[in-house]
């Protein structure tokens, strides 16, 4: 039986997750506190295994990042995802409520744009807002 928790945020789980999709997962200490600071997740369960998250952080009011939204590969194309953006986009709508304005932002993994703009997201670019950067840290 598939079901959705609000706000279980597992290291173990998160870890899992991030090499199950093949992102390999960070130091424990580092997993423990991005997840202390995030603001809001869903986690998505087959009776007691995890087969996906997805989580937003931000300051809450103004800017919000989703992030992390992952599906173990053989859960993947079942809707899974879907249901796990429903319930991130359920959550900025609350938010919206008190700020109509606010910004919500995501990085797609290569490839997944399509699976985003089905939810009404649209490139930086297309929006008149330039390109989205990251700074470089990986090239040691």
């Known amino acids: 039986m598939i079901l959705i928790k609000e706000n279980v945020n597992s290291i173990e789980e998160f870890n899992y ?51 992390d939204v992952m599906v173990i590969p053989k859960y993947q194309n079942k809707k899974i995802g879907s249901q796990i953006m429903n319930k991130l986009l359920e959550k900025v709508n609350q938010i919206k409520i008190e700020n109509p304005y606010v910004r919500v932002y995501l990085g797609a993994s290569k490839g997944k744009e399509k699976f985003y703009e089905r939810f009404g997201f649209i490139k930086r670019e297309d929006a008149n807002l330039g390109s989205g950067m990251i700074l470089d840290g990986f090239d040691d």
């Not at 580092?30 to 087959?46: G, H, I, P, W």
């Not at 295994?49 to 990042?65: A, H, P, Q, S, T």
């Open 17 to 67: 997750l991030y090499d199950a999709v093949g992102w390999e997962s960070y130091d424990e200490k580092v997993s423990e506190k991005a997840l202390a600071n995030t603001m809001y997740s869903v986690s998505v369960y087959d009776d007691d295994k995890i087969i996906g998250y997805g989580r937003i952080i931000g300051d809450g009011i103004c800017f919000l990042y989703i992030h």
